[in-house]
């Protein structure tokens, strides 16, 4: 019986600094979640590039199906309102 199939999934979402949202970075296998947070650091954040690190069991993640996206992302098309591309961001705003 290989490891992979014992050990649970989780998967890794790194924040590099405040006011950033945490991004996905990888996947590793663990026991627990105190265990999956420490081997998280150890490998993602090496050069000290992370604020906060999120560990989330892969069982519990829920993706949309990728061959139903026309239909699934097509509905937002049409309401504009929904995305703010045409509002100006002063430079001092920083990240949003």
């Known amino acids: 019986m290989s490891t992979s199939s014992v050990t649970p999934l ?3 979402f790194i924040r590099p600094r405040n006011g950033l949202a945490h991004r996905h970075c990888g996947s590793l296998h663990a026991a627990d979640a105190q265990m999956a ?3 998280a ?3 993602y954040t090496r050069r000290g590039e992370g604020q906060s690190i999120w560990v ?3 069982s519990n993640i829920v993706a949309s199906d990728p061959s139903a ?3 699934f992302f097509d509905p937002a098309d049409d309401k ?3 995305h703010p591309t045409f509002y100006d961001i002063p430079d001092d705003v920083g990240h949003m």
């Open 10 to 12: 989780w998967e890794v």
């Open 37 to 39: 947070l420490q081997a």
């Open 41 to 43: 650091r150890d490998v």
């Open 56 to 58: 989330v069991p892969s």
């Open 69 to 71: 996206s026309a239909a």
């Open 80 to 82: 504009i309102y929904r």
